[in-house]
């Protein structure tokens, strides 16, 4: 599931340093500005001083994306060991696109336009300077982006038989009216369409009401993953 996402929320810079990516987006999202430990690395001492540098000179915290394939093997024991909290646990849920699902008046583009760019900002976002970096992770691979009545929006990556479910966002004042159900049923339809037999999505786990809201439409819990962050006041 880590490459999927990886390749659905993808970094504008990229290093690998012998198969832990070293991702940038000038901080526009942990997803963005991680490290991805795909691979071992042989010296992992010498990975680690490696990763913190570079981060530390693009004048950002050093995290990892941590999931069951992280490598190497006691990977995350390590960061803990050295300082690293663990940060926003995430979950990774499933579905067959077996569902009868519909468009029902969302409109599907192949491009976000300003006005959706700027919902999923209100909602997802922090410094409006961030947005035009958040606007070249978002259209970095093909993509359907879904809006319903300017005040819900979603984003669907086809990936072969997947289908990725991105940047859910429904303006405050339209919530509990069901728009974010629909965006959900219409973006699946498209994947449906694209050819994706199946679609998975990322929810942190505190998020208790998105995570009921898929469970209802068929996701179930496929695994997931955290971050690793370093704490700075760790000598």
Same mark, same amino acid.
């Given at each position: %599931? ?28 942990? #997803?963005?500005?991680? !490290? ?7 010296? !992992? ?13 693009? +004048? ?10 992280? #490598? ?20 990774? %849920? *499933? ?9 029902? +008046?969302?409109? =599907? ?23 035009? %970096? ?15 009545? +300017?005040?819900? *929006? ?15 966002? *429904? ?5 509990? #009216?069901?728009?974010?159900?629909? !965006? ?19 929810? *942190? ?5 998105? #995570? ?5 439409? +068929? ?12 704490? =700075?006041?760790?000598?």
């Amino acid at each position: %599931m880590g490459e999927l996402v990886a390749e659905a929320w993808p970094a504008p810079f990229t290093q690998d340093i012998g198969g832990w990516l070293l991702r940038h987006a000038d901080g526009v999202t942990k #997803r963005a500005n991680s !490290v991805l430990p795909m691979g071992d690395p042989g010296d !992992v001492d010498l990975a680690l001083e490696r990763a913190e540098r570079f981060y530390t000179e693009l +004048g950002l915290p050093t995290v990892f994306s941590m999931d069951a394939q992280a #490598r190497p093997e006691g990977l995350d024991g390590l960061l803990e060991a050295s300082g690293y909290e663990l940060v926003d646990p995430t979950i990774a %849920m *499933v579905a067959d696109l077996a569902g009868p699902y519909a468009r029902d +008046g969302v409109e =599907v583009a192949q491009a976000p336009s300003k006005e959706w760019l700027d919902l999923w900002w209100s909602v997802d976002g922090r410094y409006d300077h961030q947005l035009p %970096m958040a606007e070249k992770i978002l259209t970095g691979v093909p993509a359907g982006y879904a809006s319903l009545d +300017g005040v819900a *929006v979603g984003r669907g990556v086809p990936q072969g038989e997947w289908l990725g479910i991105y940047a859910m966002a *429904v303006a405050p004042e339209a919530r509990r #009216r069901g728009l974010g159900r629909r !965006v959900l049923r219409a973006l699946l339809a498209w994947g449906r369409d694209q050819g994706c037999e199946r679609a998975y999505l990322v929810v *942190v786990e505190r998020n208790a009401s998105a #995570r009921a809201l898929y469970g209802a439409e +068929g996701f179930v819990q496929a695994g997931g993953y955290h971050y690793r962050v370093k704490n =700075v006041t760790v000598r």
